[in-house]
């Protein structure tokens, strides 16, 4: 099927055993400065790069959120998290033993996150490490965080389950959307855990009663 200029590339990613080369056609559009619409362990996410402007811009106007908007970090593992939060030692057991998992965790950011990514006055942002193949795939060619928020449009409900339904939803908005089978409807258990005290601040599709 043709697609017109403006429409985002489709790809079709197997969920177990992601194919490289569709893997890399995808980190290169990140790395060049696109958005994408990606799946995860909870949901889909709408993702762009750490150093990209305009695709944040693209994530307040689809998603009409303002600036203090939290983004959250996609990362590869512990390693990666922590160059760009601060964990102390109280929250760091607390985070590693729910990760990789449906979480997402607000902490202080380190001076790695762009200004413009933080929240404005708490200079926190959210992490988190997702347990999906195809994400991981998307990180490990990557070799840095994808900068994401979930795909929850205005007035929806739930964040849509499938790829053709976001390019329906999307597809002259975005630049690429990765099929790879369906995925849930509920975000992540979004953990707060930059005040010193845990704080349940979202319930998803993580379980709370760990914390």
Known sequence: MARSSHSARYLDIHP???????V?????????GGLIAYPTDSCYALGCTLDAH???????RIRQVGKDHHFTLVCADFA???????????????????????YTFIL????EVPRRMAHPKKHTV?????????THALLEALGEPIVSSTLLLPGQEDPPAEGWVVQDLLGDQLDVIIDAGEVGIDP???????GGEVE???VGAGDPDRF
């Open 54 to 60: 305009e695709p944040l811009e693209r994530i307040r």
């Open 16 to 22: 177990v055993d992601p194919q490289p080369r569709l």
């Open 188 to 194: 992540t258990t979004v953990v707060n855990l930059a």
């Open 126 to 134: 959210g992490v988190r490490i997702p347990d999906h193949r195809v």
């Open 24 to 32: 890399d056609q995808a980190v290169s559009v990140l790395q060049d």
């Open 80 to 102: 990666q998290l922590s160059q760009f939060v601060i964990v102390s030692n109280p929250t760091f057991r607390l985070v590693k033993n729910a990760t990789p998992g449906p």
């Open 200 to 202: 349940v601040a979202r």
């Open 108 to 111: 202080p950011a380190t001076k």
